[in-house]
């Protein structure tokens, strides 16, 4: 296996998660401008308020989401105590910069047919705030609201977030039409799918389970001829009371038929169970945030 060479930049561990904040709120800012903005649609959030605003007071976005969040910021200080986090803090001052500075460069609507602007500006927008967040920072905006709810109610934090986005997505149906409210949903939907893949990254890899007669042989197999680390479990049937060893390894995309074939060479009737993963951290795969 070769093994994989991680690339440093002087200084990022301090400056690159900034960097990358800076460019996740000009993604969702764009997604804003371009997409929910000029179509009357939003994905919730305080975004979604200044879009209404807008429209009723013509009252610029970037004025809407200054305006109320920093004072969410001040009473998430208030409320809880500690710190307001310098990376929150900057995004959201950089995602009210973005929207403004798109706005006055007057920037044309990609399109005015309202369900593509639902679907490109969920996924701009989901794909920006993914960034934020992948850098462990935060936008401010309704989350502070939810964890309010969250404290005074017996309900979660994510069943705050969604009647907080659910309050303001049936404004838009009260003050537009109800449609604006169902486009706004969908944009909801494939918002929060974009930064989950944003998150946790895209299924690039493979877990594999195998329960065999011939673990040591299968093992022996996968360490000298692919180069993957594995691990043994001690295990036991639950109807026949037999003990077996359990191999679990992780493969990338490109290996997972030639693991399939190395493992049923050995053992015909070996049982192999074939997972999904989002991500793997350490040794021959991603490098720790840590190290990044």
Do not use: C
């Not at 673990?215 to 180069?227: H, K, N, Q, T, V």
């Amino acid at each position: 296996m070769t093994p994989t060479v991680a690339v440093r930049i002087p200084g990022w561990r301090v400056w690159g998660p900034f960097a990358l904040i800076a460019a996740g709120t000009a993604v969702t800012a764009l997604g804003i401008d371009v997409f929910y903005a000029p179509n009357r649609i939003s994905d919730g959030g305080v975004a979604g308020v200044g879009i209404i605003l807008l429209y009723l007071l013509h009252l610029p976005v970037w004025v809407t989401l200054t305006a109320l969040n920093l004072p969410l910021l001040w009473l998430s200080h208030r409320l809880w105590g500690g710190r307001v986090g310098v990376r929150t803090v900057f995004g959201t001052l950089m995602l009210s910069l973005w929207v403004g500075v798109f706005a006055s460069l007057h920037l044309p609507a990609v399109t005015h047919n309202t369900l593509l602007a639902a679907i490109y500006g969920g996924i701009l927008s989901g794909t920006g705030l993914g960034l934020v967040f992948r850098s462990r920072g935060t936008t401010g905006g309704t989350d502070v609201l939810a964890r309010f709810l969250s404290h005074v109610l017996p309900i979660s934090m994510g069943q705050g977030l969604l009647a907080v986005d659910f309050v303001i997505i049936s404004a838009y149906g009260l003050v537009f039409d109800p449609q604006a409210a169902l486009y706004s949903l969908i944009a909801l939907f494939l918002s929060t799918r974009a930064v989950d893949l944003v998150q946790e990254g895209i299924a690039y890899a493979r877990a594999f389970t195998i329960i065999s007669d011939r673990p040591d042989e299968i093992a022996r197999a996968i360490l000298s001829e692919m180069g993957r680390g594995l691990t043994r479990w001690a295990g036991e049937g639950a109807y026949t009371g037999q003990h077996k060893t359990i191999l679990f390894v992780l493969v990338s995309r490109p290996e997972v038929t030639r693991l399939k074939e190395l493992v049923y060479r050995v053992d015909p009737r070996a049982f192999v169970v074939v997972g999904t993963v989002h991500e793997v951290i350490g040794e021959g795969f991603r490098s720790p945030p840590a190290e990044e």
